[in-house]
């Protein structure tokens, strides 16, 4: 994408996000999004789950360089990842987001946060030994510049852990394909294409990958059917642990889920 373009990119996402304007179609989205399968998440355990793979993933902090990529005012993990580290940076396009979290970090010693766009010029840190990207990496539409500053910024034994949505599961992909259209955000939402994750597995070595909401998005399906609340719970947890357990090693079994979590490194020379 040329500078230009993203600079106009950038501005109405910053808009989007510290005004939450949405047209309609985008809050029905959100709705479903962000309300049926967030309930779906908590209550089986998907939440859980993924606050502790990333925890796991991100090892011994203490001597950590720490970058959280695009993280508006923090998310689940950016205070235990600014307590814990050396050196934690923070960057995010909103000064709002940002301004609120510069507030809460004004106590943790080697902990900032600066409005950033992680692509730009002047953006001149490298080096971190994590790079963490939480729902981030499908806001960059061209992967491949992407992956070049995601390299450049990597120190030579650092990690990516990121987590985003997959559109790859045909049901999703038709429902999306209706959407798209009429969406608020659809100039930075690009939900991983198996291309997508393919370029990244080329990059990068994949040391672990975790996917979820694959048989387990079934469970939205089954709110509407004439079923106890504990059977319909537990068949849930039972989808999403073959959900967990088979997208460790099965790209099918993978591609049929809706979010997928990685942890990454560079290759070896």
Not at 200 to 224: P, Q, T
């Amino acid at each position: 994408m040329k500078s230009e373009e993203r600079k106009l990119v950038n501005a109405r996402q910053k808009e989007f996000y510290d005004t939450k304007q949405k047209n309609a179609v985008t809050r029905l989205w959100s709705y479903f999004r962000n309300g049926a399968l967030n309930r779906i998440k908590k209550d089986i355990g998907v939440e859980r789950d993924i606050y502790e793979l990333h925890k796991n993933w991100f090892g011994d902090l203490s001597q950590k360089k720490v970058l959280d990529l695009g993280c508006y005012a923090g998310n689940s993990l950016s205070f235990y990842l600014a307590q814990n580290s050396k050196e934690y940076l923070a960057i995010d396009l909103s000064p709002k987001g940002i301004n609120n979290l510069s507030r809460r970090l004004e106590k943790i010693p080697g902990a900032r946060a600066e409005v950033m766009d992680f692509l730009s010029e002047e953006f001149r840190e490298e080096t971190f030994d994590l790079i963490y990207a939480y729902g981030v990496l499908h806001h960059f539409k061209d992967v491949d510049e992407l992956i070049a500053k995601l390299q450049e910024k990597l120190s030579k034994e650092g990690i990516i852990v990121s987590h985003d949505p997959l559109e790859t599961s045909l049901p999703i992909k038709f429902i999306r394909s209706i959407y798209r259209p009429f969406q608020s955000d659809k100039a930075w939402e690009w939900p991983f294409s198996k291309k997508t994750y393919y370029k990244f597995e080329k990059a990068f070595e994949i040391k672990e990958r975790r996917a979820v909401l694959g048989k387990a998005k079934w469970s939205a399906v089954m709110n509407f059917l004439p079923i106890p609340e504990g059977k319909r719970v537990n068949k849930a947890k039972a989808w999403h642990r073959e959900d967990w357990k088979n997208s460790l090693k099965s790209d099918k079994e993978m591609f049929d889920c809706m979010h997928l979590s990685l942890l990454m490194m560079k290759k070896s020379q």
